[in-house]
C-alpha cells in the first residue's frame, strides 16, 4: 500500500474535522511532518529550508532568505541555484504580497543580472553563438566552393566543437573537391574530435 506525507507549517495548523478520511489519516500509511518542529532553518538541507523558509515571519524573512541564496552560491550546482534563486524570490512575493517582483529582487539584494549564475549562463550562450556562427559560415563557404554539400555532411560539421571547425575553415582553403572534405571529416571522427 502507497505512504503519503503530509506536510504542515506547524501542528495547530492540523485540521480537525478528519471524519471523512479518518480511516487514511488514522493508518500507519500516513506521516505528518510538522515544518516548524524540524529544527533550525540555517541547519537544514537547503530543499527542506525552502519549505521552512514559507513558515518563517515576515520580520525574520528577508535575512532568513538572504542567507538561503547565499547558500545557495557556495552549495550548489549553477542550475540548482538558479532554481533556488527563482524558488525563495517567488515565496518572497507570496509573502510580501504587496510588493513587486523586482522590489522583493531588490529586498533580497539580487540582481539577476550580476549574480554568477547569469553571468556563467550569459558566456554559455555567447560560446553557443560563436559556435554557431563559425558553423553557418564554414558551411556558406564549402557550399560557395563546392555547391550543395548535402545534409550529411552539414549534420556533421554541425556537430563539431569551435577550435575544429575553426580547423576546418582553415583546410577547405586547401580542399578541391567534396572528397578532400570528407577524407577530413573521416579524419576528424577517426581521431576523436
Not at 506536510?7 to 515544518?35: A, C, M, T
Not at 533556488?84 to 539580487?110: A, C, H, P, W
Not at 553557418?136 to 569551435?162: A, M, Q, V, Y
Amino acid at each position: 500500500m502507497a505512504e503519503v506525507i503530509v506536510i504542515y507549517p506547524s501542528k495547530n495548523i492540523e485540521q480537525d474535522n478528519i471524519f471523512p478520511h479518518r480511516s487514511l489519516l488514522n493508518g500507519e500509511q500516513v506521516h505528518r511532518i510538522y515544518l516548524d518542529e524540524l529544527g533550525e532553518i540555517e541547519e537544514l538541507p537547503i530543499s527542506v529550508a525552502l519549505m521552512v523558509l514559507t513558515t518563517v515571519a515576515e520580520d525574520e524573512a528577508r535575512q532568513t532568505a538572504r542567507n538561503l541564496l547565499k547558500r545557495s552560491n557556495e552549495e550548489t550546482s549553477l542550475l540548482s541555484t538558479l532554481t533556488i534563486i527563482e524558488i525563495i524570490t517567488t515565496i518572497m512575493v507570496y509573502k510580501f504580497d504587496n510588493f513587486s517582483r523586482q522590489e522583493v529582487e531588490s529586498m533580497l539584494g539580487i540582481a539577476l543580472e550580476k549574480t554568477r549564475v547569469y553571468r556563467e549562463i550569459k558566456e554559455e550562450g555567447r560560446e553557443q553563438g560563436q559556435i554557431g556562427e563559425a558553423i553557418n559560415l564554414t558551411i556558406r563557404l564549402l557550399t560557395k566552393k563546392f555547391g550543395d554539400i548535402g545534409e550529411e555532411k552539414r549534420s556533421l560539421i554541425s556537430g563539431l566543437s569551435l577550435p575544429v571547425v575553426e580547423d576546418l575553415s582553415e583546410a577547405l582553403l586547401d580542399f578541391n573537391n567534396l572528397n578532400d572534405l570528407q577524407l577530413w571529416l573521416d579524419n576528424i571522427n577517426s581521431s576523436g574530435n
